[in-house]
């Protein structure tokens, strides 16, 4: 048993390639990058290591299960550098999800706050774009950008773990301009 | 309106007497119960309240129509002391409609938090909901008081809104002796979205992709008793293929569901193998999803009067997948009760006793858990479930084990029927079209919509105006029902088995504050 274990760590036999998720990955660049956040950002300030801190505003849930399954063996974002923590105070990037209920504006603002600089705040999914079907429903404020400025979006309901994985990994590249 | 469904209209008086009588102390259940604003056509304010029996395949709605007519006050009696399994649906009629549930033992706020104005009840049908946004007060904290426990060695631990793993927000308040959860107060509803308000916005057809984004993982029941509560409001026959893929399908959602639920207690009591083993399983059977339907959650399947999709295209194809993960699934569970020190975690942990799941009204896992034989494919038989054959199963005991036990029986159950439709189909019976003619709202029509989900049972009600369009949808998640088990399920457990008993019953947030 604990040999299978091992085996099964040393060699990553579930996880898909690298280039096999960049390949579910249809979006053309442009339409990740909130409107002038190209000038913007800090050349140099992310390398190839990165901590998420993962924020529900009032999603369906199916982006966080999404979420979740990147750290599964299939996926197991952790071997880029990327991981989710428990703190927004350990975070270099906050993912929001939902088109932001009402309710969920004051703790969305509050963990922003407590997110030290430089970060970067990616909305996932249509409703945390723009709400999406909830768009003008009265307990939603259609959108995480409402609330908090947002860099990128990852487009998709929800979008799928491998188009998430891609996204972030070269969110973070443009944004600090990494080669 | 369907054969199954008996209307009736009941005076204020008789009203809390009759409800008493159907709910007959948790033998019969309460399916659903809401309040409606039928000003526009005469009716006035209404509240409905849904009962069945087990065993007998027939919906008893009792309705209170022109409440508060003539200049009288907006209230009822409330049916609470009698029925606990109102309590939380008469909070909201309270909250959506401003109707007051009168003798309610605790009645405050539910869904609408502080920073919502007094006064704005958003199921109105005189209020848009643009006018409800504008009087929002985004910055105001939701002050209202928690249930404090005093004496001696009691301290509170607040968790949440924001929780530290990848989940959804709520907020707990822990009362605790030492380690020992002497009482949970949960305030939920943060994710509410104004779902209700937002179908009469979108019109009949539209609301499928809204129900199926009502809760993530529940996206094919939901969209598919909604799908079926239009169906038969408007009398239309559902071909039998389609009858059979939605069959299916709910079935698939159901072996997601499980699998993952399964893998997922092992979070909770820190087995990062069979957590893994669980994850990628369920990845397996996502997989197959999206090869069969081109979505991973099953999302854009439903259509009005059948399915857009047709996914029982390759059955031979797909019984060899599910062989593969039936396999798979039969070593995994074994390796998990192989386990000591797993289920040492699980025996005895969050357990739920019976009287309290029948008089609360639980559904689904929580309720079969708890002996409870409540499933909505035998007692009120839909789609192509009539047609097949397999058995319902319950637990006695009640806690993590058996929930996570029950769960392993009804996969047994589900491989089974997955099995048997594809063997139908692939013995070329269950030819014919996906989807009857085009559905068209009927005018000034009801029904009900059902099916047994993953976490249990799921009801829509829909009515439309005498223009067609709707004039009230009521949708209810399973974890409505069983939320309000949760402070009974973990009293006198310790601190750290909250999660665990939390995954047990896998809850959802978004369906029940929608």
Request: aromatic fraction near 8%; charge should be neutral.
């Given at each position: 048993?604990?040999?299978?274990?091992?085996?099964?760590?040393?060699?990553?036999?579930?996880?898909?390639?690298?280039?096999?998720?960049?390949?579910?990955?249809?979006?053309?660049?442009?339409?990740?990058?909130?409107?002038?956040?190209?000038?913007?950002?800090?050349?140099?300030?992310?390398r190839q290591s990165v901590r998420i801190r993962h924020v529900d505003a009032g999603s369906c849930n199916a982006c966080e299960w999404e979420c979740t399954a990147l750290t599964n063996p299939v996926y197991d974002i952790q071997r880029f550098g990327v991981d989710f923590v428990a703190s927004p105070r350990h975070a270099d990037i906050l993912l929001v999800t939902g088109p932001v209920s009402a309710a969920m504006a004051n703790a969305l603002k509050k963990t922003w706050t407590a997110t030290p600089g430089p970060k970067i705040v990616i909305a996932c999914g249509d409703c945390a774009r723009d709400g999406g079907i909830y768009k003008g429903s009265y307990a939603v404020?259609?959108?995480?950008?409402?609330?908090?400025?947002?860099?990128?979006?990852?487009?998709?309901?929800?979008?799928?773990?491998?188009?998430?994985?891609?996204?972030?990994?070269?969110?973070?590249?443009?944004?600090?301009?990494?080669? | 309106?369907?054969?199954?469904?008996?209307?009736?209209?009941?005076?204020?008086?008789?009203?809390?007497?009759?409800?008493?009588?159907?709910?007959?102390?948790?033998?019969?259940?309460?399916?659903?119960?809401?309040?409606?604003?039928?000003?526009?056509?005469?009716?006035?304010?209404?509240?409905?309240?849904?009962?069945?029996?087990?065993?007998?395949?027939?919906?008893?709605?009792?309705?209170?129509?022109?409440?508060?007519?003539?200049?009288?006050?907006?209230?009822?009696?409330?049916?609470?002391?009698?029925?606990?399994?109102?309590?939380?649906?008469?909070?909201?009629?309270?909250?959506?409609?401003?109707?007051?549930?009168?003798?309610?033992?605790?009645?405050?706020?539910?869904?609408?938090?502080?920073?919502?104005?007094?006064?704005?009840?958003?199921?109105?049908?005189?209020?848009?909901?643009?006018?409800?946004?504008?009087?929002?007060?985004?910055?105001?904290?939701?002050?209202?008081?928690?249930?404090?426990?005093?004496?001696?060695?009691?301290?509170?631990?607040?968790?949440?809104?924001?929780?530290?793993?990848?989940?959804?927000?709520?907020?707990?308040?822990?009362?605790?002796?030492?380690?020992?959860?002497?009482?949970?107060?949960?305030?939920?509803?943060?994710?509410?979205?104004?779902?209700?308000?937002?179908?009469?916005?979108?019109?009949?057809?539209?609301?499928?992709?809204?129900?199926?984004?009502?809760?993530?993982?529940?996206?094919?029941?939901?969209?598919?008793?909604?799908?079926?509560?239009?169906?038969?409001?408007?009398?239309?026959?559902?071909?039998?293929?389609?009858?059979?893929?939605?069959?299916?399908?709910?079935?698939?959602?159901?072996?997601?569901?499980?699998?993952?639920?399964?893998?997922?207690?092992?979070?909770?009591?820190?087995?990062?193998?069979?957590?893994?083993?669980?994850?990628?399983?369920?990845?397996?059977?996502?997989?197959?999803?999206?090869?069969?339907?081109?979505?991973?959650?099953?999302?854009?399947?439903?259509?009005?009067?059948?399915?857009?999709?047709?996914?029982?295209?390759?059955?031979?194809?797909?019984?060899?997948?599910?062989?593969?993960?039936?396999?798979?699934?039969?070593?995994?569970?074994?390796?998990?009760?192989?386990?000591?020190?797993?289920?040492?975690?699980?025996?005895?942990?969050?357990?739920?006793?019976?009287?309290?799941?029948?008089?609360?009204?639980?559904?689904?896992?929580?309720?079969?858990?708890?002996?409870?034989?409540?499933?909505?494919?035998?007692?009120?038989?839909?789609?192509?479930?009539?047609?097949?054959i397999f058995e319902t199963h319950t637990r006695m005991k009640g806690d993590v084990f058996a929930r996570m036990m029950l769960r392993a029986d009804e996969v047994g159950c589900t491989i089974a029927i997955i099995r048997s439709i594809l063997h139908k189909a692939k013995g070329k019976r269950l030819e014919g079209n996906i989807a009857s003619e085009n559905w068209e709202a009927p005018h000034g029509a009801q029904a009900l919509g059902y099916v047994e989900g993953p976490r249990g049972s799921v009801f829509y009600f829909v009515k439309s105006g005498a223009d067609g369009a709707p004039l009230r949808v009521k949708p209810r998640a399973a974890s409505f029902c069983n939320?309000?088990?949760?402070?009974?399920?973990?009293?006198?457990?310790?601190?750290?088995?909250?999660?665990?008993?939390?995954?047990?019953?896998?809850?959802?947030?978004?369906?029940?504050?929608?």
């Open positions: 048993m604990l040999g299978r274990i091992f085996n099964n760590i040393i060699r990553k036999k579930q996880a898909r390639p690298l280039e096999n998720l960049m390949a579910d990955q249809k979006t053309p660049r442009a339409s990740w990058l909130a409107d002038g956040k190209e000038k913007e950002i800090l050349p140099g300030a992310f404020t259609d959108g995480a950008d409402k609330i908090v400025p947002v860099d990128a979006f990852i487009p998709g309901c929800p979008p799928k773990p491998s188009v998430i994985a891609s996204n972030i990994v070269q969110i973070v590249k443009a944004l600090s301009k990494i080669k | 309106m369907a054969e199954n469904e008996i209307y009736r209209d009941v005076t204020s008086e008789e009203f809390p007497a009759e409800c008493s009588r159907l709910f007959a102390g948790g033998n019969g259940r309460l399916r659903l119960m809401f309040g409606a604003d039928l000003r526009e056509t005469g009716e006035g304010f209404c509240v409905y309240a849904v009962f069945s029996r087990p065993q007998e395949d027939r919906f008893e709605i009792l309705r209170l129509k022109n409440i508060g007519e003539k200049g009288g006050a907006l209230e009822f009696h409330s049916i609470t002391p009698k029925v606990p399994a109102a309590h939380w649906y008469e909070r909201q009629i309270a909250d959506m409609l401003g109707i007051v549930p009168l003798g309610h033992p605790d009645l405050h706020p539910l869904v609408l938090h502080g920073l919502y104005p007094k006064g704005v009840y958003p199921l109105r049908r005189d209020i848009s909901p643009a006018e409800i946004k504008r009087q929002l007060d985004l910055s105001k904290e939701d002050l209202s008081p928690f249930m404090e426990v005093k004496g001696e060695g009691i301290y509170e631990i607040p968790v949440g809104p924001v929780h530290a793993g990848i989940i959804e927000p709520g907020h707990f308040r822990f009362s605790a002796v030492g380690e020992t959860i002497y009482y949970l107060d949960p305030r939920l509803f943060y994710t509410h979205k104004g779902v209700e308000k937002h179908f009469e916005q979108l019109g009949f057809v539209n609301g499928v992709k809204l129900a199926e984004r009502i809760s993530g993982v529940s996206s094919f029941s939901h969209s598919t008793a909604y799908c079926m509560a239009l169906e038969r409001m408007a009398g239309t026959t559902l071909p039998v293929r389609a009858s059979a893929i939605r069959t299916l399908l709910l079935e698939m959602e159901r072996l997601y569901n499980h699998i993952g639920d399964i893998g997922n207690m092992c979070a909770g009591t820190g087995f990062a193998v069979g957590y893994a083993r669980g994850a990628s399983l369920k990845e397996k059977i996502m997989a197959l999803n999206e090869q069969l339907t081109g979505s991973r959650y099953l999302r854009g399947v439903n259509i009005p009067g059948g399915v857009a999709v047709d996914a029982l295209r390759d059955p031979a194809g797909m019984l060899q997948e599910i062989e593969g993960i039936t396999e798979e699934y039969k070593s995994f569970i074994e390796f998990l009760t192989d386990s000591v020190s797993h289920v040492e975690r699980l025996e005895n942990a969050g357990a739920l006793a019976r009287d309290i799941a029948l008089s609360l009204g639980a559904t689904g896992v929580a309720a079969r858990a708890s002996g409870i034989n409540d499933d909505l494919r035998t007692a009120h038989p839909h789609l192509y479930y009539n047609q097949l939320w309000p088990l949760m402070p009974f399920a973990v009293h006198g457990n310790i601190v750290p088995d909250f999660p665990l008993i939390n995954k047990s019953f896998n809850l959802s947030y978004s369906g029940s504050d929608a």
